[in-house]
Nanobody, 127 residues
Framework: QVQLVESGGGLVQAGGSLRLSCVASARFLSNYAMGWFRQAPGKQREFVAAISWSGRNTSYRDSVEGRFSISFDNTKYTVYLQMSSLRPEDTAVYYC????????????????????WGQGTQVTVSS
């Protein structure tokens, strides 16, 4: 079992920045590929960003490319999402996800590829 705890959400004005963190904890830790997803009220959950265990390979949805940056400190089992130039359409609950991955170089962009999810952290961007 692995538990994920997100933090760092909040209320910001358009153009502002936030840094989200997600810490993984388990009795027996492994190698994890990590990802971020988000879901706004009344809308489907969507992929935001993903990173491989090595931290060298990443992927972003088009609408956040150049504004968001994902990073992974695999010595602390913590993944980060640095968000800048935030827009009202970025408003959502943000979830981190983890998947055991021993290859180290793979990342995953679909929610069903992951086996563990956090409880989410709310990000609200005002106009």
């Amino acid at each position: 079992q692995v538990q994920l705890v997100e933090s760092g959400g909040g209320l910001v004005q358009a153009g502002g920045s936030l840094r989200l963190s997600c810490v993984a904890s388990a009795r027996f830790l492994s190698n994890y590929a990590m990802g971020w997803f988000r879901q706004a009220p009344g809308k489907q959950r969507e992929f935001v960003a993903a990173i491989s265990w090595s931290g060298r390979n990443t992927s972003y949805r088009d609408s956040v490319e150049g504004r968001f940056s994902i990073s992974f400190d695999n010595t602390k089992y913590t993944v980060y999402l640095q968000m800048s130039s935030l827009r009202p359409e970025d408003t959502a609950v943000y979830y981190c996800a983890a998947r055991i991955d021993y290859a180290g170089s793979d990342y995953y962009t679909t929610w069903d590829a992951y086996h563990a999810w956090g409880q989410g952290t709310q990000v609200t961007v005002s106009s």
